[in-house]
């Protein structure tokens, strides 16, 4: 009782100074887009069952996407922490490290070591790159996600020039006849694909865990968690939440955006490896380009705003939204037979999401 | 009472229950120039409100009392309805679209026009601009005020005082004009806008307009105006003959009050005769705040108070210290220069800022109170950090002890240190960011509007806090405060700011028409020396 009493005053002192449309505790502490979202995941979970869909290779899909989209949301949260909003411009760090691919193969690295050797070439690329892209956004202030999203356009549209003209010789990734590189090079061929997915993996009840990729994700949310944990993380957090505060306390902003941004690059770059060697492979020219939304609506399902947003979103929003879209596939296929209504699901519920987060995006002062 | 052009009656307003105007009541006759003084926050704007039927007065459970104008009671439910009746306002900001003549400015939305053919099918909205008959009115509003100047030229460009002229000149091209309020006309005009402007508002008042003119310039009010009222804190002090009067009584007039904060001086205070901070020529770029060539030697282990009227530059001289505003100039603390614009050096050197922007500057108020007391201390002195490998990572143990002990120090009410700073009252944020500052361990305090927005009981706490400081730890503050009570309080010396330099400096127990006269840029000797 007096435990109720304790939660209802402290709601009280919370709704005197902010008051929404809605004031039921639950929604407000998770958020609306979420229990909708998460509610929607277990109807169609039912349906599956109901149906009759194997629920063990569906569980084993859905660890495997959350997995290998995960480092991709987690880019977000750099950005979005440093005020700079979610990184729209995420095809720059996704050529990056479809660049360090390529060049690696090239080079005629095979398996983990190709593997490994991406990883550090995209970083450096993608730090590289970063760097230039934050003081871009330096220079837009107020009108960061517009231009990311069509830094990230112009990008893949420029990129798509060099992957035909690029003096790149491999036979895994040329055409048969004539220049340029594939649209879409298998991972099997250089003995890379889901080499990652496979260590440490091991079957439960029929359900297939990705453990190296899953523990690999991890790793990477436990080293964002630490960084803003860290002097430099903490001022970013302050500069993102209050520019004018930061300021007066000495912070150098445009440099923590700047540091924010490169972060959230090198994790596109990291975050694609990731994602294509689960793949077995990975598409170049128009691929990247609408990989930014998928990657936004993710963590925004979890909880994160323009604004704001934490490891935990990640994760939550993460697994939901992949969870959703590949647990209704099977479903939307049996019960509408001959339509695509997953992928109409799919394209509703992303760009729905981002338009809900950005018209609850504050103009101007409070 | 016929020849009354306004009656004020018996006037009452409450916000939120929050007494801003008790019983005011005014007259105002044909021609008369009636001046209109108070201190920020007297009620005066709130006044000039409710004549004007502004729509916050009604959304906030409208007023008491009644207003009369020529024998007829009035209601006003929007401006528009104070226009129709006669009523018009001349404003401190002009309302002037740069790329139009000051014709078209004069005569906006009151077009002169012709039929035409397109008219006639289509309404009045289409038709032909009468440029010939606007010139000419427009003509004749400028000559009322001798301004020479063509009526076809573009507003865009031309001098501020010239702006104002044709915002006066709207005014009174607008027919059947009775009252014209000037909210502080003269506040951004040279010396001999200053004059020009009020002999064309005398030329006006003797055609039997009304003027109700609104200034804190002691002369000006003494050299055209017939009659003074005087509002304090809400309340209808006094309404005078301008000629039985003398700017000394109507400054002690406007400050006066019951100082409230009781003055206990402790013994154990030193005051060392030491120079801790000075500031020469210092010139601070802040909007509406701006200084321009301050000076001042502030002595270790005095609480030195900075005082004066609103957008005189008070409150610019601690934010260029710390370097939030462009400044320029020389400060030295401690007997080394500070490096202006560099917020992390003044904090370094020991300066901590308590800012009057308390929601925008001073916190953050989508974090926690833990992060907001440490935060500034964190990042400059490195402080609340441990080393985990090559990284320093927070030591939250440290930080939520260290919180804790704040929040019992000064008696921050929260449920728990985790609590966001944005959901926290104005008087529990002030501790706050208090408590950020003390963090800080600095050896000057510049705290500015420590009380703005908090209630009657937190602001003796604040003050009662600010006092321990100096007497325990010896610290120096420098206190900038609108509210002048709470300055001769607590201060060792006032200095009061007026035109972005320093007008004066005065002891807390001087009297009331000093501390008057010199918010208000008048020099006593030379105006009481003329006034006997």
Same mark, same amino acid.
């Given at each position: 009782m007096s435990k109720n009493n304790d939660i209802q005053s402290n709601n009280d002192i919370q709704s005197n100074t902010i008051k929404k449309g809605l004031e039921i505790p639950i929604v407000k502490s998770i958020g609306l887009p979420t229990l909708i979202i998460a509610a929607f995941f277990i109807l169609v979970m039912t349906t599956a069952a109901i149906l009759k869909?194997?629920?063990? *290779?569906? *569980?084993?899909?859905?660890?495997?996407?959350f997995g290998m989209n995960g480092v991709l949301v987690l880019a977000m949260v750099p950005a979005i922490k440093s005020g700079t909003g979610p990184n729209f411009a995420l095809p720059l760090g996704i050529i990056c490290g479809l660049l360090a691919w390529t060049i690696g193969i090239e080079m005629g690295f095979i398996g983990i070591t190709l593997i490994l050797l991406t990883v550090v070439m995209a970083t450096v690329f993608a730090a590289v790159t970063g760097y230039f892209y934050g003081k871009l956004l330096n220079a837009v202030k107020g009108a960061e996600m517009t231009i990311a999203t069509y830094t990230g356009f112009s990008t893949v549209a420029l990129m798509s020039l060099v992957w035909l003209m690029a003096p790149f010789k491999s036979k895994q990734m040329g055409w048969m006849m004539g220049e340029g590189l594939r649209e879409t090079i298998k991972l099997d061929g250089v003995e890379a694909g889901q080499i990652i997915n496979n260590f440490l993996s091991f079957e439960i009840f029929e359900v297939k865990i990705p453990t190296g990729l899953l523990l690999t994700f991890f790793a990477f949310c436990f080293l964002v968690w630490i960084f803003f944990r860290t002097k430099t993380g903490i001022a970013i957090i302050a500069g993102g939440s209050n520019p004018e505060f930061a300021a007066a306390s000495g912070i150098d902003i445009d440099k923590n955006r700047l540091i924010a941004n490169i972060l959230s690059t090198v994790l596109g770059a990291i975050g694609i490896i990731l994602y294509s060697q689960s793949y077995g492979f990975f598409q170049l020219y128009s691929g990247p380009l609408m990989m930014a939304f998928p990657a936004v609506a993710g963590v925004l399902i979890g909880g994160a705003t323009a604004s704001k947003a934490n490891i935990s979103h990640v994760i939550i929003g993460t697994f939901l939204f992949q969870g959703l879209l590949t647990a209704s596939m099977p479903v939307a296929n049996q019960l509408f037979e001959g339509t695509d209504l997953s992928e109409i699901m799919r394209v509703v519920l992303q760009n729905g999401i981002i338009l809900y987060a950005l018209t609850q995006v504050k103009g101007g002062g409070k | 009472m016929s020849d009354n052009l306004l009656s004020i009656k018996n006037i009452s307003k409450e916000f939120y229950g929050n007494r =801003?105007? %008790?019983?005011?009541?005014? /007259? &105002? %006759?044909? #021609?008369? &120039?009636?001046?209109?003084?108070?201190?920020? $926050?007297? #009620?005066k704007s709130t006044l000039m409100n409710i004549l004007f039927g502004m729509p916050m007065i009604h959304e906030t459970g409208g007023y008491q009392g009644s207003? /009369?104008?020529e024998g007829k009671e009035v209601l006003f439910a929007s401006p528009h309805e104070a226009m129709a009746h006669g009523i018009g306002m001349v404003h401190q900001e002009f309302m002037l679209i740069p790329g139009f003549t &000051?014709? /078209?400015?004069?005569?906006?939305?009151?077009?002169?026009?012709n039929p035409n053919l397109v008219s006639k099918i289509f309404g009045r909205q289409y038709e032909g601009l009468d440029m010939k008959k606007m010139n000419s009115d427009a003509r004749k509003a400028l000559d009322i005020m001798s301004m020479g100047i063509e009526e076809y030229t573009q507003v865009a460009g031309l001098p501020v005082g010239h702006m104002q002229f044709i915002e006066i000149a709207r005014e009174i091209d607008k027919t059947g004009i009775k009252l014209l309020v000037f909210? /502080?006309?003269?506040? =951004?005009?040279?010396e001999s806008e200053t004059q020009n402007l009020l002999a064309a508002i005398e030329k006006l008042a003797a055609q039997g307009i009304g003027i109700i003119f609104i200034s804190h310039r002691l002369e000006e009010i003494m050299q055209v105006s017939h009659r003074v009222t005087i509002l304090r804190d809400g309340e209808h002090v006094v309404t005078k003959d301008t000629k039985d009067t003398n700017v000394y009584e109507i400054a002690e007039l406007m400050v006066g009050r019951k100082v409230s904060l009781d003055r206990t001086n402790s013994t154990s205070r030193r005051i060392s005769d030491e120079t801790v901070l000075s500031i020469k020529n210092l010139e601070v770029k802040m909007p509406g705040e701006e200084v321009k060539g301050f000076n001042l030697e502030v002595k270790k282990g005095e609480i030195i108070g900075i005082g004066g009227l609103a957008g005189q530059g008070k409150i610019g001289v601690a934010n260029g210290i710390m370097g939030i505003f462009p400044a320029r100039g020389q400060v030295i603390f401690e007997s080394s220069p500070l490096e202006l614009n560099n917020p992390r050096g003044a904090i370094a050197a020991g300066l901590s800022f308590l800012s009057e922007d308390r929601k925008g500057v001073g916190l953050l108020l989508d974090e926690s109170i833990e992060l907001n007391t440490v935060f500034t201390s964190m990042q400059i002195h490195k402080e609340f950090l441990h080393n985990i490998g090559f990284v320093r990572v927070m030591d939250s143990r440290k930080i939520r002890n260290h919180t804790n002990k704040m929040i019992k120090d000064l008696d921050i009410r929260c449920t728990s240190s985790l609590q966001h700073a944005g959901s926290l009252s104005g008087g529990n944020q002030q501790k706050v960011c208090m408590a950020r500052a003390l963090t800080?361990?600095? %050896?000057l305090l510049l705290v500015s509007e420590p009380t703005r927005g908090i209630d009657i009981g937190a602001k003796k706490l604040i003050l009662d806090l600010l006092k321990k400081l100096n007497e325990e730890q010896g610290m120096t503050i420098v206190m900038t405060s609108s509210e002048l009570a709470e300055l001769r309080s607590i201060c060792d010396r006032i200095v009061i700011v007026c +035109? #972005?330099? =320093?007008?004066?400096?005065?002891?807390? +127990?001087a009297s009331n028409a000093e501390f008057g006269l010199m918010?208000? $840029?008048t020099r006593a000797d030379s105006q009481l020396g003329g006034a006997e």
């Open positions: 869909q194997s629920l063990p *290779i569906l *569980i084993s899909d859905i660890l495997r996407r | =801003v105007l %008790k019983d005011i009541n005014m /007259e &105002i %006759k044909k #021609g008369e &120039i009636h001046a209109l003084i108070g201190e920020n $926050g007297a #009620g207003i /009369e104008l &000051i014709t /078209e400015n004069i005569k906006i939305n009151r077009e002169l026009t909210d /502080e006309p003269t506040a =951004v005009l040279t800080q361990k600095p %050896k +035109d #972005g330099k =320093v007008e004066g400096i005065l002891s807390p +127990d918010m208000s $840029g």
